[in-house]
């Protein structure tokens, strides 16, 4: 009798082939041939190509087993040294192994005979902000050309805010990240991308010295509120039921700032709601004056604006934010923060409207 070697092309006998079928013959049926050669490992390129592979394999002979139950420096599952396990079981706890070792999941092929391997699903790309530059710098005139540029940045952010996301954008201070504030989620956000305290309240951005009156319980004139607003300002009163109760939970003042910037002007003005405004960077870090300052949070962020630089730059007052002044009590004023802008507000306060400073009552 001639002998024949398996169609697997081991180039061994039927008895120790890796593909021997249940039926004690090789795939293609034939007898076992008398002469026999140690057995090489398969490298079988149905292993990569997700096809069935035979789980009838006699490990034992393979020589590469050792007492600890690993092979190639693979693991293998626990009970899987010699004599704990029959052979088969062996061979396809070293397949799972190997698989796992090059990145391949290991999946039911609806048959007792085999196991298929498929590469797995690739991992879902991390998100990332899209960066929106603004046409020239403050107000754009409606005849101007970039008044194009200037409403496509104004319609992509007004949709992501819509949708619950965080968007940073520029003020007439800093740069700052702006939610919407009736979204209990993107409060939520916001709070976890800068790791900030929860017991820090978040600013309400509006469009018009009228909105104020909506958001808040107003005991200064109105002129007094024109005086300061659109500016480097923030203006803490008493809030009114028309806000979220996720905002600022644990406080009944709300701070209000209407940035004297025409981009932010025309956000909340579009947006038709209160906006959640706080500065864009890391708690207890340096704010920022560019976009380029706080790119570590773009991965976090659905949309960055990029209005240029803000101010100047080079002095340190340029990063001491608004001026915030509390107005909840009556015929008084309380600095809680010097901010960007504090002699000009304190003059006016105290010369033209003869408030007195107290102590400030707003975390």
């Known amino acids: 009798m001639v002998s024949r070697s398996c169609r697997c092309r081991c180039s061994t006998a039927s008895s120790s082939c890796w593909a021997r079928s249940s039926r004690g013959a090789c795939g293609d049926g034939l007898p076992p041939s008398p002469s026999w050669a140690p057995p090489r490992p398969h490298r079988s390129p149905s292993i990569l190509l997700g096809v069935v592979v035979p789980l009838s394999c006699p490990a034992q002979r393979w020589g590469r087993v050792s007492r ?41 092929a609806g048959s007792r005979s085999g196991r298929l391997f498929r590469p797995p699903s ?47 954008v520029p003020t007439d201070t800093l740069y700052g990240l702006a939610c919407a504030a009736s979204c209990s989620a993107a409060l ?89 405004l706080t500065s864009a960077n890391l708690s207890s870090q340096a704010s920022s004056l560019n976009v380029e300052e706080f790119q570590d949070l773009w991965p976090q962020l659905s949309l960055v604006i990029d209005g240029g630089q803000i101010g100047g730059g080079q002095s340190p007052e340029c990063r001491l934010g608004s001026t915030v002044v ?35 009552s707003y975390l």
């Open 188 to 276: 939520r956000a916001v709070y976890r991308l800068k790791g900030r305290s929860e017991a820090k309240p978040l600013a309400v951005c509006l469009g018009r010295v009228a909105d104020v009156y909506r958001y808040c319980r107003v005991r200064v004139p109105e002129e007094l509120l024109k005086d300061l607003l659109p500016g480097p300002v923030t203006l803490v009163m008493e809030r009114s039921e028309e806000l979220n109760k996720d905002l600022n939970p644990f406080t009944p003042l709300v701070g209000i700032r209407i940035p004297d910037h025409a981009f932010m002007q025309d956000l909340a003005q579009m947006f038709e709601g209160p906006l959640a």
């Open 122 to 168: 690739p991992a879902p790309a991390a998100p990332g902000a899209r960066l929106l530059r603004l046409p020239g710098s403050g107000a754009v005139q409606a005849a101007s050309p970039e008044r194009a540029g200037w409403t496509e940045a104004l319609r992509a952010a007004v949709a992501e805010l819509r949708a619950g996301a965080v968007v940073a």
């Open 68 to 108: 600890t139950g690993s092979w190639l420096g693979a693991s293998l599952p626990p009970g899987s040294g010699p004599g704990r396990m029959s052979p088969a079981r062996r061979c396809r706890g070293m397949r799972a192994a190997v698989a796992a070792s090059v990145g391949l999941s290991e999946v039911s």
């Open 326 to 360: 509390d107005l909840s009590v009556p015929g008084k004023f309380g600095i809680i923060r010097p901010g960007c802008a504090l002699e000009s507000t304190t003059a006016i306060l105290q010369q033209k409207y003869g408030l007195l400073p107290s102590h400030a």
